[in-house]
Each structure stands twice: as C-alpha cells, then as structure tokens.
C-alpha cells in the first residue's frame, strides 16, 4: 500500500491510473481548462478557504456529528457502528459541501448563471439553495421519471428559484440530464458555471468533488480520535457518482489499517439492466466525459440501469474509485433494493433517523458485516443524507406494508 505514499492522482491531465482524463468536444476544452486554472488558484488562496469554511459553518452547519448508534450495534451484536451525519446539514445531504465550494469558484470566474443535472434532486436542491444565497440565476435539468418519483425535490427547486427542466430523451433519469446540462454549456460558455454533482465527468470535477467533500473524512477522522482514541477498522459509504464516498474514504487513504467499502445499487439483483453496480459486470469506457467503469453491452452501448434510489442509479462511477479498486485499497459490494429498504426501515426505528435510500445501502452493508466482526471494533457508515424525500415512495413499496424481518 505503499504506492498510496508516493503516486500523486490525479495527473496534471486528470488522470487515475487508466481512468479519469478529459473526453470531450473541442468548445467544452476552454471552460474545462478555465475552471481547472480557476480551481488550482483558489486552493493557494487562504481568503478562499476560509470562505467556503465559513459558509459550511454558518450556512450549511458544519461540523456534522459523529454519532454512536447504540441500538443499531447492540441489535447487530458486534463492532460499534457510528454515523457521519451529514443527513443533519442545511438541504439534507452531504452535495451541498461541493455545491459552496463550486459556487465560490464560478463568483471568482464572473460567472452569472448556473445549470447542474440532478438525479434523486439532491444535489438540484443543494444547487439552486447556493445559487439563491449568492444570487446566481440557476437551471436544473432532471430526468422526467426522476422528476415523477421525486416531485418533493422539484417542487423544492422551483421554491428556491431555480427553473427545472424536465428531460424526455432516452431513459428520462440521470444520464440524459447530463447531456443536457452539457449542451447548455456548450452553448452558454461565458456566463454560466456547470456545477457537476458527483466525482464524475472531465478533468477537474472529479479532483474538485473529491476535494470539497473531503471535509467529511477530515472531521470524522478527528472526531473518531477524539471519541475512541483510535482509527476505526472499516469506513462504510454508498456510491452513486462517489463523492460522499471518496469524501469519506480520502483523509483515511494512508492509514493502511482502515478497510473501507463502497457500495453500489443491487438493485433487483446482478442482472444486466436490473441494477447500477458498476464493479459487478461493468467494463472499461467512456461516458459523459472521463474514462471508468461503465455499464455497456457487448457494441459500448450504455446498459440501462435500476436503483430504488435514484441517487445512484448512474451507469458509470467516478474514476478515482476504478483506480481505488485496482489498487485493491477500497473494496466494492453491493445492496439490493430488499436489503436497502430494510436497512431504511431498521435505522428509522432502531435509532429515530430515517436515512436516504442511497445511505442505506450503506447501512444494510454494516447490518451485513458488523456482526461478524468484533465488540472491539469500530465501523463509521457516512449518512450521506437523509430520507424525507423517499418517504412517500417508501410508503408506497409492498415491503414496507409487509416486512417481517424486523420486530422491534
Ligand atoms: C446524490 C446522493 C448520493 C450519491 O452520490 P455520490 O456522489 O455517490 O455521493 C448518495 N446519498 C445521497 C443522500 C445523495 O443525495
């Protein structure tokens, strides 16, 4: 795990390993390159930082706490489990640590219109809230089905001023809002900052939303020491895109005893277009701008996919987790939809927190592993947001009526 010590990724060209990079046309090369600039003379600014602190202080509510879930791990029987409650900052999830920091870098770039792509609407939400707070006009493309099954969101959105559009191509979720967001830049270069949601697309998003969110992993690395007076043995996070993910697992990369886990969306099970567990039959290409694990038949088509959580429902990953998995210094699993509403269900009563459906993949993960391991060890599972907006669907699904698996 030496290699952790001494290779610097990403490259000066946004490389991961064979990930990662800038695949795209020839117009999107300038804004790309003005942002990457932009991005790299802000990191040398101290005025800068202290910004984006201030505003995740005072206007989003950091730090977020390191919670012990008491019940959760006496129920489970074996290691402690703690929560990086990142469900507890303002707009409900953890997007809204990158969203400061994009909006501070398109202010700095005279930038006076905003556009971002949302899938579940979260990061819609965490976009058009900063882009209200600094007075940026705001546009968000979503998906028309995504636009269905989180309605809560668009409703949200509009409340805070930013306009929604409802994109009709091809599969109507995450992808094709993408491409739209993408032809919007293209087409409006000079006024409008892109805000990319995840740790996803070109050269330097994925550095950027590694970087902005890692303030996670930085305060519950402090916060674990603080509490338990050692590093924890596993970090647990979802992987939609992957930034709550890499936000959590980067400040942790060199301490070679820390194991972590992503874990992506089984969906109805590891069959092609049932699921969005790209480690699980995705194969190497490019997509929406960077090269990584993608979710394509046997002509490069892009496969479609399935989550209950429309926040990871994405038939690519960020390609610093390709790299992470080479590497074998984070490994990847994933949950199904069953074992995500279960483990929504059992925080919820277990523990009076009602997660994200993507979050608690990540929580079915630690009822899978935690009681296997022992009383003496520690997990830390990142709520990365919380689940008012599934409620309704939730509701809705047949399980919830008919779970017997718990009993309280
Ligand atoms: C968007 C979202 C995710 C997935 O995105 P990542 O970039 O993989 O973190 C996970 N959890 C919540 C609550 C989200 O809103």
């Known amino acids: 795990m030496s290699s952790f010590a001494t290779v610097q990724v990403p490259d000066a060209q946004g490389h991961f390993g064979p990930y990662g990079g800038r695949y795209v046309p020839e117009t999107l090369m300038h804004p790309l390159q003005e942002l990457e600039a932009e991005y790299a003379r802000s990191q040398q600014d101290p005025e800068f930082r202290r910004e984006f602190e201030y505003y995740l202080k005072e206007f989003c509510g950091r730090p977020t706490p390191l919670y012990f879930a008491e019940r959760l791990t006496r129920e489970l029987g074996g290691a402690k489990i703690y929560l990086k409650r990142e469900d507890l900052l303002h707009t409900g999830a953890h997007k809204i640590n990158n969203c400061i920091g994009q909006i501070l870098l398109a202010r700095r770039m005279g930038k006076t219109r905003i556009i971002a792509e949302t899938g579940a609407g979260q990061h819609g939400v965490a976009t058009a ?3 209200a707070m600094f007075g940026f006009k705001c546009v968000v493309y979503m998906g028309a089905v995504d636009c269905e099954r989180q309605a809560l969101n668009v409703i949200r959105m509009k409340m805070l001023g930013a306009e929604v559009v409802a994109v009709k191509a091809g599969q109507q979720t995450l992808k094709e809002a993408i ?11 000079r006024s409008t900052h892109y805000i990319l949601g995840t740790a996803y697309g070109s050269h330097p998003y994925p550095l950027m939303v590694r970087n902005f969110p890692r303030v996670i992993g930085d305060e519950a690395r402090r916060q674990i020491l603080e509490k338990e007076k050692r590093l924890p043995d596993l970090l647990l996070a979802c992987v939609g895109g992957g930034s709550n993910a890499i936000g959590l697992f980067y400040p942790f990369l060199q301490d070679e ?3 972590m886990t992503g874990v992506e969306a089984g969906g109805e099970g590891i069959i092609a277009g049932k699921h969005a567990a790209r480690f699980q039959g995705g194969s190497l290409g490019v997509l929406q701008g960077t090269r990584s694990y993608l979710l394509q038949d046997e002509f490069g088509q892009v496969q479609l996919t399935h989550s209950i959580s429309a926040g990871l429902d994405y038939a690519a990953v960020g390609p610093e987790h390709a790299w992470l998995r080479d590497q074998n210094r984070v490994s990847y699993t994933y949950a199904t939809d069953t074992q995500a509403l279960d483990a929504f269900q059992k925080l919820a009563r277990l523990e009076g927190i009602i997660p994200a459906l993507e979050s608690s993949h990540a929580i079915a993960e630690a009822i899978r592993v935690a009681p296997g391991m ?3 060890q520690i997990i830390i599972v990142n709520l990365s947001g919380r689940g008012d907006k599934d409620v309704a669907q939730v509701a809705s699904n047949p399980q919830f009526a008919a779970n017997t698996s718990f009993r309280p």
């Open 257 to 259: 005893a820390v194991r």
């Open 129 to 131: 809230t900063v882009a």
């Open 179 to 189: 491409n739209e967001a993408m032809r919007d830049w293209v087409t409006n270069i």
């Open 374 to 376: 022992d009383k003496s």
